[in-house]
């Protein structure tokens, strides 16, 4: 697996566009480096910058984009709401994948240390890359900000980890390290007043607020009996949050950052924020993604709200996320552009993607072209991704008036079929294309023929294992479509029907597709496994479509 890694740096202008896209401009010119999102802000004066690629890669990005930062930028003249304390305030990487977190740790000390030592800019470790837990929180170390660095780089425990120990008042220092991944999230107030916003952050923040006695906000503060100021932890962990007017808008905001998504997701956190905000007689009004998010975390906010509606939460990734981005009023402030603020929507390549993005008149002109894909078996992923998707829908009008919960559960089951049939419409002509391209390579000498004699059996193997998962996820809908025709709306009986026949051609069809590319191959092991296998399957989907159609019990008069 090829390994990935993130970096989202955040640059001290948010302005000057002209600086943004010289920084950027940085990024872009590193080769296997893909930038995936540019996010300024006017009140703030700060850019989120989002890129992905190789590690040796963003490694490189980022230390130029770092060093292009320091030209351009003077601290000197900064102004924003958010805290910083340099040109270039904080660079983290993030383990995508195929890459561990003590990984990504050894490669942020690369470019900590270069950057300390060629640039000589004042460099912080922290979270994963730091050592010292005392001084590996970013709120921490930033603490003091850009007016009280000067002094407190002067402090034997605050000397940096790379770098001079002397102050730069251009280019201020930069906190480098490795975490995961962070949402950076604006819930939307409405108030213009930072104390009140600030009362709220307090409440959901891990970190809580002061103890104090009597009034809450001017009373003694209660301290431990090491003199330590005691904390009333907030309601939401893995979340920090701080309250603050955003002039741009003429709203307060609660800025968040959700440093643990599987502790706590973005819908619990706006629901939260919504709860706290109500108990102040406050409301909130929408909410604002800063950066990117991942496509999982916004599945499920949309199967959140539908659930707390007792809807059926089997519907399309597209229907999910639309619920999501109107539940949590993430177009309130600007358009929410899935495919710029979904990292793997911005990852994806078209080119894996031809056919289904077809509109369905220009996928059957392509099909009955003279060109060979695509060809049965991409059709038969498209019929098997049609029968999960009548499962699907008979489930989700069942469960709009009875014993909700599980159709749609029975909706969702069959909605991640589907969304791996289509997958595989694409992936079955690549797989064909590879066959062709591992015939065309040269045959002169022994090598040659050695290498494109491996290259034949690898994409023979992989255009068998194609329509085999065909036909295993089409022969798993049919057990969905099944308990549809048996408990599913009445009405809907000849929508399970037309998907068990759908899904049952889907079967016969792809295994069409495994029997010839298997030719020639029927002693490989592996390969005579998914012959048998196949045959299995082959004959089981004909019996559940005789077993679905009898008990609809629908049949055409004589």
């Known amino acids: 697996m090829i390994s990935i890694i993130e970096c989202v740096p955040n640059f001290s202008e948010g302005i000057d566009l002209q600086i943004i896209q010289s920084i950027t401009n940085e990024i872009e010119s590193v080769d296997g480096v893909r930038l995936l999102n540019v996010d300024p802000g006017k009140a703030t004066n700060r850019t989120v910058v989002t890129f992905v690629g190789s590690p040796s890669g963003v490694v490189e990005a980022a230390f130029r984009a770092i060093s292009k930062a320091g030209e351009l930028i003077d601290m000197r003249r900064h102004r924003g709401e958010h805290p910083r304390m ?14 561990t977190m003590e990984e990504t740790v050894r490669w942020a000390l690369k470019l900590a240390e270069r950057v300390g030592n060629e640039l000589s800019i004042p460099v912080y470790l922290y979270e994963a890359a730091q050592n010292d837990k ?14 009280g660095f000067a002094e407190k780089m002067k402090k034997r425990e605050w000397k940096p980890d790379f770098g001079p120990s002397v102050f730069d008042e251009k280019r201020g220092a930069t906190v480098i390290g490795a975490r995961d991944f962070l949402v950076a999230y ?48 907030g309601s939401l962990k893995s979340v920090k949050a701080i309250g603050w007017y955003i002039k741009e808008y003429g709203v307060a905001q609660i800025s968040m950052n959700l440093t643990n998504l599987s502790v706590t997701p973005m819908h619990i956190a706006f629901d939260e924020v919504c709860r706290k905000a ?68 911005l990852l994806r390549d078209p080119e894996q993607e031809k056919l289904v993005r077809l509109s369905l008149s220009d996928f059957a002109d392509e099909t009955a072209s003279e060109s060979p894909a695509p060809g049965g078996g991409s059709v038969a992923a498209y019929l098997g991704a049609l029968g999960a998707g009548l499962g699907a829908m008979v489930a989700n009008i069942s469960a709009q008036k009875n014993n909700w919960e599980s159709f749609s559960d029975w909706a969702d089951k069959a909605s991640v079929l589907k969304k791996e049939l289509i997958s595989l419409v694409d992936a079955d002509t690549r797989a064909f294309e590879g066959i062709l391209q591992a015939r065309a390579l040269p045959k002169g000498t022994e090598s040659e023929k050695s290498i494109r004699e491996k290259a034949v059996r690898d994409a023979n193997l992989r255009a068998i294992e194609v329509p085999y998962h065909v036909m295993q996820a089409s022969l798993k809908s049919m057990e969905i479509i099944k308990a549809m025709a048996m408990e599913g709306n009445q009405n809907s009986r000849s929508d399970a029907g037309v998907g068990a026949i759908c899904a049952r051609s889907a079967v ?27 045959k299995k399957m082959h004959d089981s989907a004909i019996a559940k479509e005789k077993e679905i159609l009898d008990i609809i019990g629908l049949k055409p008069k004589a």
Do not use: H, W
């Not at 921490?140 to 900000?145: C, D, K, L, S, Y």
């Not at 970190?207 to 209660?222: L, Q």
């Open 134 to 147: 005392d001084r590996s929180n970013l709120s921490v170390i930033r603490a003091g900000e850009y007016e």
């Open 186 to 233: 604006n819930i939307n107030l409405n108030t213009t007043s930072v104390r009140r916003a600030n009362s709220v952050a307090f409440d959901v923040r891990e970190a809580g607020r002061i103890k104090r006695e009597g009034d809450p906000v001017n009373g003694k503060i209660v301290r431990d009996e090491n003199g330590e100021p005691v904390m009333i932890p």
């Open 278 to 345: 109500e108990t102040r007689g406050l409301r909130v009004t929408g909410s604002e993604l800063v950066g990117l998010i991942p496509l999982g975390s916004m599945l499920e906010a949309g199967k959140y709200f539908l659930k707390k509606q007792k809807r059926s939460a089997g519907v399309s990734e597209k229907e999910l996320i639309r619920i999501a981005i109107i539940s949590m009023g993430l177009n309130e402030l600007s358009p929410f552009k899935t495919e710029e603020r979904i990292i793997e929507y």
């Open 508 to 534: 016969l069809g792809a295994f069409l597709n495994v029997c010839i590319n298997a030719s020639g191959s029927e002693t490989e092991i592996k390969i005579m496994s998914m012959l048998e296998e196949g």
């Open 86 to 99: 340099g040109a270039t305030d904080v660079c983290p990487l993030i383990p995508v994948s195929g890459i």
